[in-house]
């Protein structure tokens, strides 16, 4: 039961250009929305992440929009760089007890070139 | 800087042997979790520990088991390992009450 999908698989962008990675998710009770990036040979680590009171959250270059009606978010990298190329994925958590319990996209592996 | 380290990066084991993968923080998190991650599948999460001692199965429990002793070691058990386990497993962990999770560098098991 994939709860958060998420699109394209993968993507390939020139430098300079904007990169667009989408989901969608189902659980009106999610409540926290993280992109986690993960370069190859390590572990993901949080890149950004938004709560479901705001539409937008810009950080740089990397930026989410978050359609609560929709039931969508996106990830925008504009100016994309080689340096980007790496696997996103996105996220959902609700808080079940003391923790977040985190639901995660398929991943989208980004590919910049130059 | 959080630090999750894994005990491998790589191991290969045979179909029917018991597996250990070793996870160790530093932060002295409550919280920690054992995720598969496979292509197209994205993480799925195994189990999780929210204290020594305690432990609540995730989405694929099947197969496993886990064990924390102590607050900053988390393992997981494959009792009797077999050819669909083979996959990367990542290990990660974050404070009661936090949103981010840090995960380590993952253990690419291969099971023939």
């Known amino acids: 039961q994939q709860q958060v999908k998420q699109s394209p698989q993968s993507l390939i962008v020139q430098k300079g250009g904007i990169s667009i990675i989408n989901c969608a998710y189902e659980?009106?009770?999610?409540?926290?929305f993280p992109w986690y990036q993960q370069f190859p040979g390590k572990g993901p680590a949080l890149l950004i992440a938004i709560r479901p009171d705001v539409s937008e959250k810009k950080e740089g270059r990397f930026t989410i929009s978050f359609n609560k009606s929709a039931k969508q978010f996106s990830l925008h990298i504009m100016d994309s760089q080689p340096g980007d190329s790496a696997t996103y994925f996105c996220?959902?958590?609700?808080?079940?007890?003391?923790?977040?319990?985190?639901?995660f996209g398929t991943g989208t592996k980004l590919q910049v070139i130059p | 800087d959080v630090k999750v380290t894994q005990s491998s990066r790589y191991l290969v084991k045979r179909t029917g042997e018991k597996v250990f993968l070793e996870c160790v923080q530093d932060?002295?998190?409550?919280?920690m979790f054992w995720y598969r991650q496979d292509p197209g599948l994205g993480l799925r999460l195994i189990y999780f520990?929210?204290?020594?001692?305690?432990?609540e199965k995730g989405d694929i429990p099947e197969g496993y088991s886990v064990s924390r002793e102590k607050k900053e070691r988390f393992s997981l058990i494959l009792e009797s390992a077999s050819t669909n386990q083979t996959s990367m497993y990542l290990c990660?962990?974050?404070?009661?009450?936090?949103?981010?999770?840090?995960f380590g560098p993952g253990t690419r098991l291969t099971v023939l």
């Open positions: 659980n009106t009770a999610f409540d926290y």
């Open positions: 990660a962990s974050c404070d009661r009450g936090s949103d981010t999770q840090y």
């Open positions: 932060m002295d998190h409550e919280n």
């Open positions: 996220a959902a958590s609700q808080r079940s007890g003391g923790y977040q319990k985190v639901t």
């Open positions: 520990s929210y204290d020594v001692k305690m432990k």
